[in-house]
């Protein structure tokens, strides 16, 4: 996704993006709204430029003899403030009508990102700072309101007015005053365009040095724990600061340039303006102009220069409502990783059987993490994996959840190609209870019911029981209604844990996999989390991941991973028997765990 600047088909492109939001196809209502809003806004610009005429019509009846006075100047005074009234009223009721059509397009435009970003892989996730991800979003959606107020109902209103003018002119005087109106208008334009240019490029750091603050921000924030475990305050601090200062010295450059801008854009409409005020003093002298001839060129022009005098803020909003949106929409262009086949049906589980026949798979093509893995989990039995670090026990997890597809072989349910069945179906069946549970910052029961939304408060809390967590729940000062805080931070490791177990169990699918779930864990609320696992998994296929070996001695197989493959198989007692890689882990653990209570002993002393 590029941080350029969109050219000029890459704006027609955006713009392309948006349209079906703005005319949906089938929603006859929206569309309805969108032809009145732009009638009242072609009637707001026809009263506004009858507004000088009827300015006009005024001062040269106060001009006349004053039997004349006492009537003309009545009817132009009336028709002068009905047409600033109708003006004014057109335009309200353009934006009135129009603004259920542009917040249903910025609701669907987010949606449909919003939508895409979960269907993304694993991959893209893990590659991105969710920090920035989310700026680049709100900036998307925020950008299409931006667009359409300034585009929509203020630079196209104003190219119409300022033809509508040019007309009048050249009919009612010459078409010296037309050109030297379009001349001024066209370089002003080109003049503001040019240098907006320019400082669109000084505005596209300053979204970058705020977007590297932001996410540094929130990634030292999330990570509250781990920065006074190492005291690195300052070290965050100077993070921050750096990308601050950056956003700073590029707001200075840019504040200056706008003044710039500003001046420029000063000159021209001052020399445009004396031009015609000039050539219209000249027809008054020569008797071919009256005062009010005199006082219209001059209003026209005083009223065009205020839209003219915001265009500058106008095109710099439009452009980078354009690079946001561009930035936005990109997101849409990320293909799937993992999409569902055309003639994708429902996974139907019968029991519930898992199969790994011969997978190989990598992260990366150049370093493959499993190579050739076979092995089967019987409809509800318990299959164990194990091995050390970097065998690539957690890669099976994201297989079987089908994050990645394999690279060879496959991977079934019931004789079933998960490739040939849809995600959801797939992952319905399944339900994980994971080393690191992370919760949102909501309450228990919403946590809790999150494994089926829409569970009753009894069903959630029936869950909650069978998870043994209930007691605990019910002993908080505000119960399910408790706040779990970011990521679930108010809860110790154990009371997550029940928690996700209390989630799956709510869901209620006919495979369970165990990643690691009470490898962080103390010995003792390991024990309780292993016996809560155990009441869970009953009757249901179950594939567990496990780093500590004495949770699975009761698994009916145990299979060993070491660098990707499968190096032993068997029972806990089968594999002590081998005497091989298996006995070898057993005895370190076994070891270690015999040496755990003299050391933390000798640490509390």
Known sequence: ???????????????????????????????????????????????????????????????????????????????????????????????????????????????????????????????????????????????????????????????????????????????????????????YIAFTMKVTEWRLKLRRRMNDADEDANTKAIDSLLNYETVKYFGNERHEWGRYDTAQQRYE?????????????????????????????????????????????????????????????????????????????????????????????????????????????????????????????????????????????GAGKSTISRLLYRFYDVTDGAVRIDGQDIRTVTQDTLRSAIGIVPQDTVLFNDSVAYNIGYGRPGSSEDEVQRAARLAHIHDFIAGLPDGYGTKVGERGLKLSGGEKQRVAIARTILKDPPILLFDEATSALDTRTERDIQTSLAEVSTGRTTLVIAHRLSTVVDADEIIVLETGRVVERGSHADLLAQDGVYAAMWRRQQEANAASPPAAAAASE
């Open 1 to 187: 996704m590029s941080s350029d600047l969109p050219t000029a088909t890459g704006r027609i492109s955006v713009l392309r993006t948006l349209a079906p939001y703005l005319w949906p196809p089938g929603a006859w209502g929206l569309r309805t709204r969108v032809v009145f809003a732009m009638s009242c806004l072609v009637a707001a610009k026809v009263a506004n430029v009858y507004i000088p005429l009827f300015y006009k019509d005024a001062v040269d009846a106060l001009s006349m003899e004053a039997s004349a006075a006492l009537i003309l100047p009545v009817g132009a005074i009336v028709a002068y403030g009905l047409a600033r009234v109708l003006s004014l009223a057109f335009a309200e009721l353009r934006d009135a009508i129009f603004a259920r059509v542009a917040q249903r397009a910025i609701r669907n435009a987010a949606l449909n990102v919003f939508r895409h970003l979960h269907a993304l892989s694993l991959r893209f996730h893990l590659e991105r700072q969710t920090g920035g991800l989310s700026r680049v979003v709100e900036r998307g959606t925020r950008s299409i309101e931006t667009l359409l107020s300034f585009a929509l109902f203020n630079i196209i209103p104003t190219i119409l007015e300022i033809l509508l003018v040019a007309v009048i002119l050249w009919r009612m005087f010459d078409i010296w005053f037309a050109l030297v109106t379009v001349v001024t208008v066209v370089g």
């Open 249 to 389: 010295h590029a707001a200075v450059r840019s504040r200056t340039s706008l003044s710039l801008l500003n001046i420029g854009q000063a000159v021209i409409i001052s020399l445009g303006l004396t031009g015609v005020m000039y050539m219209a003093a000249r027809g008054i002298i020569a008797g071919s102009m009256t005062v009010g001839d005199f006082v219209l060129v001059n209003t026209y022009l005083m009223q065009l220069y205020q839209p003219l005098n915001f265009f500058g803020f106008v095109y710099r909003e439009i452009k980078q409502s354009l690079l946001d949106m561009d930035r936005m929409f990109s997101l849409l262009n990320v293909p799937e990783e993992v999409t569902d086949a055309p003639d994708a049906r429902a996974l139907a589980v019968n029991g519930g059987t898992v199969e790994f026949d011969r997978v190989s798979f990598g992260y990366d093509p150049r370093r493959p993490i499993l190579s050739d893995v076979s092995f089967s989990v019987p409809a509800g039995n318990t299959v164990a994996i194990v091995g050390p670090t």
